[in-house]
Structure formats: C-alpha cells, structure tokens
C-alpha cells in the first residue's frame, strides 16, 4: 500500500524539485492533450517551449510578455503572504493604465520626457485606488475580499469600454473603439532598438529586490507576514491587522497598476478594449508558481509568459485554440498544488504485516481511522516528547 | 481467578523515529478503578487510542473478556462495550443535551426516549442534568457529566476517562469520583487516565505507570506515597522550589473595575475586576477554565483594546486602550497558554519569533539584523536549556516543554534588559534592590506555564518565574493547576464566572477554600478572609 508519512521538516529538496515535477507533469498532459486533439505532439511542444526562446528576439519578447506578470506578481506575493486574497489585480490593472492613459493624453509634441514618471505614478495610483476600494469595503464592512475584488475586475471592464467607446474615443480613428496613440514623450522608453523592451524590466527587477527586502529584512514585512501565518500571534505580538490589510492591498493594487500603465504606454500604445488579456490572474499563477518569492516569481513570470506567446502561435500555426494557454495555464497550477503534497508529505510503501521502522525522525500521518481522537489537543505531541527522552 | 475484563500483552506502537509504547502489559479486573499514570508524553493518550481502536499497534494483542480481539475503529470498542470520555468535548454548543446525545446513539429512538434515558440515568448516579438544555448554557463540569452519561448509555464495561479532572473544581471531582466508584461497584471497570498522584491514590485500587512509552511499575496506589509514584513516574523526584519570603514593592499591575462585554458569543463577561500585582510577588489566579480567564488576559495584555483607559494600570500609567507593543514599553510582559499559533509562529524560526516581542535586533527604518537575531536566540536556547535544532529550527519542531521555555525565556529576557537595561544580558540575577536600578519594575503575565509540559521543564519553568520575582519584578500567574499556584505564589486570586475573589495569602489559603471560591462563593461567607485580603493588598 501507498501512504502519505509527514515529514519531521519539510523538505527543501522538495520545495525546487516540486515546481519541476509539475512542469513535466505539465508537459506530459499537454503532449496527451496534442495526440487526442490529432495535433504533432512534437511540434506542440517546440512551438511552447522552443519556439519562445530560440533567438535574441524571441527572448525579448518572452520578457515583454513577462514584464506585467512579474510586476503584478510581486505584489500579489506580498498580499498572499499576508493572508489577503486580492484575485482582482486584473481590474487593477486596467484602472491603473486608464489613469496612466489621461496622464499620458495630455502631452503633446512639446511635452518632457519625464512625464512618462508621472504616467507611471498615475499608474501605481490608479491601481492602489481600485484595490482601496476593497480594502475599505473589507475593513469597515468585512465584505469578502476575494468577491470584492474580483466583481470590480468587470467593473473596470466596463469603465475601460465606456471610455474607448465614448470620451476618449480617438476622433480621427475612423470609429474604432481606441484612443489616439499616445505622444513619443509619454510613450515608456525602449531599452534598444529593434525590441520592444522598455524600461518596465528595470523597474520589475527593481522591485524583485524591493519585495525580498520588504519581506525579509524589514520589521514591517515580518509583521505583515505573521498576520497570514498565524493572525493570533500577529494579534499576541501587536500587529495590526487593518494595517496589513490596506498594506496588501494598496502594494497590490499598486503593483498591478504600475504594471497596467507600462503595458498601456509601452508595447500597445494606446487604450484599447483589447488591454485586458488577463495579466492579473495569469499573475496569481505567477504568484504561486514561485512560491511566492520574489526571485521565484522571475522565473514562473518567465515561463508563463512562455505560455502566452506558445498559445499565440499554437492558434496561428496549429489552428488550436486561444483557450490553449489557460488550459496550459491551469494544468500547471494544478500540477504544481498537488506536487507541493511532497514537501511536507512523503510517499513510502509498505505492507501492513511487516512495518519496518523507519530511521529518521519523523510522524506518520494517520491516513484514516483516527477519528475524533486526532482532534485530541496534545495527540500528536505525545510521541514527539517521548522521543526527546529517550 | 476472575477473567481480566481487559488484557493487554505487548503492545507496541512506533511512530517514525519513536517508539510510542514498547510492549506494553496491562491487566483490568472487573469492577477495577485502574489508573494509568505517566508524564505528557509517557505514552498514555498512544495506548488508550489503542485500545479505542483508534490506533492500531504494530505488534502486541488485546483480550477482552478473555476472547482475543481486533479493535478496528471505536465503534468496534462501543460495540464490544468500551466507552471513552476525551479530555477535549465533542458537544455541538448551539444544540441541547439530550439533542447531542442523540447524535451518538442508534437512530432507532425517538428524541423523546433519550431524554427520558437520560433523565433516568442521571437519576440512577446523582448526575444532575436538564436534557432540554442548550449546551453552551452549560458549564464545563455539566458539559462533562453529559459526556459521562453518553458514555454510559451504552452501558459499557469499561469506560475510559481522560484527565477527567483537569476542568473541575474540588468539590466537583469529589462528585465525580462518588460517581465512578457507584460505577465499579456494579462491576463497571475503569480506566483513569492522569498525572495528578492524590487523585490516583483516592480513587483507584490499581495502577500502572508508564515512562518514556514503557511500563515501569505496576502497583496499588493505596499503598504507595507520592514520592514514591512520583519515582516511578519521572524516574526522580522533582527538586523541591526554594522559596524566600520577601517584602513587596511598589503596585506594579493595577486593576480596577475592569468590566467588559465578552467579544466572542460564549465568552464569558468580565464584572469589575480588581487586582494589585507588587514588585517582588507572584499573584496567582486559580479557577476552572472559562471563566473568564482568557477574557481578562487578552485586556491585560493589549490584545483585547476595549477596556476603558483607567481600569488597567502598568506602572502607574492608564493601559487599557494601549496597543500590547506600548504595553511592552511600560515593562509588562505576557506569555500565552497557546504556545503554537499564539505565542509563536509554528512555520518560522525560533529566532524570527523573537520579533514578535523584541525590537532588540531590529534597527534603523525596521532593518532586521539577522546575524544579531540568531545569535540572541542562541543565547535564550542555551541559557534555557531549549532542546532545539539552532536558532533556526521552525518553532512547530520544538516539543511543547522545549517551545514553552523559549517563549518564557524570550520574555523573561526582555523583562531584565528593561528592568536593567546597563547590565550585561547575561549577568545573573541579583537581590531585589536591583529592580530599580534602571527606574523600571517590569511584569510578567503568564498563563498556564507547565500545560503539556514534562514535569522537568515545568520545574525549571517555576524555578525562573521565582527567580524573576526574587530579583524584584512582579509576577501574575493564571492557572488551572491549584498545585502549582499554590508552590509559586505569594498571594491567590480565584476567578469564577467573570468574577474576581478578593486575594488571599498562600499560607492562608487551602484547597477547600480556594475550591470553594471557584464555585464563586466567596461574598457572603468569606467576608472575613475578603476583608484581611484587602488590608493585605492595601
């Protein structure tokens, strides 16, 4: 028989080799899911996981791609920590681009370079005011941040279109629903030519420093932290937790509207209806998939912008269909949940007659059959004493 | 010879790493009180889940009457006729007595057969309880006898009991204990789980005692002493505390009228709370759990922020509305009786839990100093004696005992460098004068310092609490263990339905008295002590 035996501590190999583990188990589902749809599997895979990285330019526009999710991310990492589910950075997003956007609109050829700072700060706060939004709703009337958040994604939805359809609505655009491409001076500088990466890279790898630091080498990121982890002793030691919520929030939203207006005023360059393409909750993926670390975050960004771009050229070259990537997308995240069963978990087998006893120091999980006596308070403890004295 | 009602031979449990309970022996007579008597972690709770078929043994056999059984799961032990009662209550608060009775029992019966039952039951062993009552109406003593008439509905032949004493007051377990011998009487044998020797010694005609997962002894208790158990039990006698009378100091803690609605919707209110804790003197507060305990303990130490300014004094300053951080900067000090969760944060290192309370190694804009971190939990680790894998052990690695002297020795340590904040942080203890040497007089609040612990580690426990108060800081300790309040504590206060006793002098105080007041009976026939109490607080 198969069992599940807790690990004494979990297992560090484990916390690298399990986003591993799951991105092959990723693959092998994706190459089942190519052969049943009567697609190459090998062109499949080529076309995820070649095709994105084979050349300078293919790579830059992999980090194009990533930008957003990794700005978004890092945020997000610092609101899971903190036991704050903000699923909404989505709408955050695009209020933040809708606010970089009026900035953005009102340069004109005489305008300075440095108004892309101001676009950038309309960004942070565009985003840091629709998750405000949450944050009071949450902390005057504990309204359920997850539905909060996520209902005003379509809320944004709607200003986004009200907006590209109606006052902004470029006049010499012959009706599309956009506005006019914004001035060169709003536009984000690139880095080089012949790429369209721009100056959001710097920030985000900025921020990747900013967040680790924040984490684990400030008070204030621990106090944030022991609030998720364990909200009674946050309480014992005197963190707020009011402040960990506006904190989670307003970084996250923040973060997601920085991102929003990078992305408005670098690779599309105008507001469109076509903005939302899902960064913010491809960005909670993100989140996880790199266990919600900062230098983690760098490569799930990486490899789910990977996705992105393999689901675009699935659809153009393999007529699959767009949906491709959030298949891709869930698989992973799924893969990954339950392969982090491993850390804490480890898999023996062993037959019921001879249970040879194992050498290391460590629990069993009693899969079953303990009943209402595992509820008991010093249960588990009994035995971890008694091994202290012998 | 009368068949043994159970008999167990060789039972062994291994748990990775431990070895849980190694061949253990064990025989029950009908009609016995039989005790089994260990440690936290001797091996007890491992072997009665096996005989309630909730663990299952690696090797050994059970005989039940004398026919060899496989006891699966526990409905397996209720159908053979063994019965439990945990330690912990499984009753459904918003549900009434006879409604969570039911839920156990055969569907066959009507809702109106059970009551009846267990109104006849009750009857039959003096178990006063009303079926139709809301359980959360209940206190914990009836919340227990519902357990015990469960039990007994099913007319079991062996009942096994949990510390069954750990939530009653005195006179509470004079009752139970009329109960259980009514029970063996009539041929029902028990199995008493416990840690508490003259409790073992009143009851029970048999026992046999368990350390380290092994049988050390098999005896009966009536002949024995509790020196000799106690050797049995831990292999040595616990050092005895050296206690040195001292003269209190300035009011350090002061309580008054402190009222407050429960914030929880079966919390228990708090009524005009008065309590004065001096420099150099432990105030103890003894009192069944929940009643109020742990309402009065969140308002003291800043977690609970309601209370109106001027009821909770530290240090001659109003703290009731402070947050437990500015608490902190007026020297109090406060160690809670959940360890994990509470106290520490399970999946974080020992040294990142010293943040929760200490600002030491934290600098300029709330710069984290690892490197000074670890090595002030280090320091706590080998001054403790804290059985831990570094300071960077996660804090949910540590046994109970082990985190539970981390966690007092963090705060003990703050309380010295504020109270002597030019000495060295490792300079001993010295003579009460010294508590003012720094201008400051600091406080520890502790809840529950040895629950769950072995009994060294509580015993090193109660030698730094009065170390602490010898050196001329005030010290309030609340626990449910009468005991141990009465070996570390200078004066006593009783808690008893969100009420506070007047206080009353160690040597003044017994154990009827103090059981008595935990009844809340202390207004009208203690006037007298309440007057002495007061002038000695005065």
Wanted: proline share 5%; net charge neutral.
């Amino acid at each position: 028989m198969l069992r599940f035996e807790a690990r004494a501590q979990p297992s560090t190999g484990w916390a690298y080799a399990s986003p591993l583990l799951a991105l092959t188990i990723t693959v092998v589902v994706g190459v089942g899911l190519f052969v049943l749809l009567g697609k190459d599997p090998v062109r499949g895979l080529q076309i995820f996981f070649w095709e994105p990285i084979k050349s300078g330019y293919a790579w830059s526009e992999l980090i194009v791609k990533a930008t957003p999710l990794l700005i978004i991310g890092l945020g997000l990492a610092v609101c899971f920590r903190s036991n704050v589910w903000n699923i909404g950075a989505e709408g955050q997003y695009l209020i933040g681009a809708i606010f970089a956007t009026w900035v953005a609109l009102q340069a004109d050829a005489d305008t300075s370079r440095w108004i892309v700072v101001a676009v950038l700060l309309a960004g942070a706060l565009g985003g840091m005011v629709w998750a405000g939004i949450t944050a009071l709703l949450r902390d005057r009337f504990n309204a359920n941040e997850i539905l909060v958040s996520l209902m005003l994604v379509y809320v944004a939805i709607q200003v986004l279109n009200y907006l590209v359809y109606g006052p902004w609505k470029d006049p010499a655009g012959f009706n599309f629903p956009q506005t006019q491409t914004f001035e060169a001076a709003a536009q984000m500088p690139r880095l080089m030519v012949g790429s369209r990466m721009n100056i959001g890279i710097l920030l985000a790898l900025a921020g990747v420093v900013l967040v680790w630091v924040f984490l684990f080498r400030t008070r204030a990121g621990f106090a944030q932290q022991v609030g998720g982890l364990a909200p009674a002793a946050a309480r014992y030691a005197g963190f707020s937790s009011r402040r960990a919520l506006w904190t989670a929030l307003l970084v996250s939203g923040g973060a997601a509207g920085l991102a929003g207006a990078l992305e408005v005023t670098g690779p599309i360059g105008q507001l469109t209806p076509h903005v939302p393409v899902g960064y913010g909750f491809a960005a909670i993926i993100v989140a996880f998939v790199g266990r919600l670390h900062p230098v983690g975050i760098v490569f799930s960004a990486l490899l789910m912008s990977m996705f992105y771009i393999g689901g675009e050229l699935a659809q153009s070259r393999m007529g699959l269909p767009r949906s491709i990537t959030g298949v891709f997308q869930g698989l992973l995240l799924f893969a990954l949940l339950a392969c982090d069963t491993l850390i804490n978990y480890r898999l023996v087998w062993f037959t019921p007659a001879k249970l040879r006893a194992t050498p290391s120091s460590e629990r069993r999980l009693e899969l079953g059959g303990a009943g209402p006596v595992a509820a008991l308070k010093e249960g588990s403890a009994g035995p971890r004493v008694a091994k202290e004295k012998s | 010879m009368t068949t043994p009602r159970l008999q167990l031979t060789g039972i062994t449990k291994r748990y990775p790493g431990v070895v849980a309970n190694r061949a253990i022996s064990l025989n029950v007579l009908p009609g016995e009180i039989h005790a089994v008597l260990g440690e936290n972690g001797a091996g007890k709770s491992t072997l009665m889940k096996v005989i309630y078929g909730a663990v299952k043994p690696d090797e050994g056999a059970v005989v039940f009457n004398g026919q060899p059984v496989q006891v699966r799961n526990p409905q397996d032990a209720r159908a053979l006729g063994i019965s439990m009662v945990f330690q912990h209550f499984s009753l459904f608060d918003t549900l009434t007595v006879a409604e969570n009775v039911w839920l156990g029992l055969d569907k066959s019966l009507s809702l109106a057969e059970v009551s009846a039952s267990i109104t006849a039951k009750a009857a039959e062993y003096g178990l006063d309880i009303d079926p139709a009552r809301p359980v959360h109406t209940l206190s914990v003593g009836e919340m227990q006898r519902v357990e015990i008439i469960r039990a007994l509905l099913t007319s079991p032949q062996l009942l096994i009991l949990d510390e069954p004493t750990s939530v009653l007051t005195p006179q509470a377990v004079e009752k139970l204990f009329t109960v259980l011998r009514k029970l063996a009487a009539e041929g029902c044998s028990i199995l008493y789980i416990s840690h508490k020797l003259h409790e073992i010694r009143a009851l029970c005609n048999a026992c046999t005692v368990l350390r380290g997962g092994q049988v050390t002894g098999v005896c009966d208790p009536r002949q024995e002493n509790n020196a000799s158990l106690s050797r049995l039990m831990i292999g040595a006698e616990p050092p005895a505390l050296k206690v040195r009378a001292q003269q209190p100091g300035v009011t350090v803690l002061l309580v008054d009228g402190l009222s407050l609605a429960s914030a929880e919707p079966f919390g228990t209110d708090l009524h005009s709370i008065a309590l004065r804790v001096r420099a150099g003197e432990v105030v103890g507060i003894a009192g069944v759990s929940g009643n109020g305990q742990s309402e009065l303990l969140r308002s003291l130490s800043g977690e609970d922020m309601r209370a109106s300014a001027q009821s909770i004094c530290v240090a001659d300053q109003s703290a009731g509305r402070l947050s437990p951080g500015q608490r902190r900067a007026l020297g109090l000090h406060f160690v809670p009786e959940e360890r994990l969760g509470r106290g520490a944060v399970p999946t974080l290192s020992l040294a990142h839990n010293l943040l929760l309370t200490r600002r030491d190694a934290v600098g300029a804009f709330g710069w984290i100093r690892v490197g000074a971190l670890r090595r002030q939990a280090a320091d706590i680790i080998a001054r403790y004696q804290v059985k831990a894998n570094g300071p960077n052990a996660a804090a949910k690695s540590l046994s109970g005992g082990n985190l539970q002297k981390f966690i007092v020795g963090r705060e003990i340590e703050a309380i010295r460098q504020f109270a002597w904040p030019a000495q060295e942080l490792a300079h001993p203890l010295g003579g009460p004068g010294e508590a003012r040497v720094g201008g400051h007089v600091g406080l520890l609040i502790v809840s529950q310092p040895t629950w769950g612990v072995d009994v060294g580690a509580a015993a090193q426990i109660r030698g730094e609490i009065l170390a602490l108060r010898d050196a001329g800081c005030a010290v309030l300790v609340v626990s449910e263990e009468l005991e141990e309040l009465f070996e570390i504590c200078d004066r006593l206060h009783v808690i008893a339905k969100g009420r506070l006793s007047p206080s009353v002098d160690r040597v003044d105080a017994s154990t009827e008295l103090i059981g008595q007041w935990m009844s809340g009976l202390w207004d009208a026939a203690d006037q007298q002590h309440a007057a002495e109490a007061d002038h000695a607080a005065v």
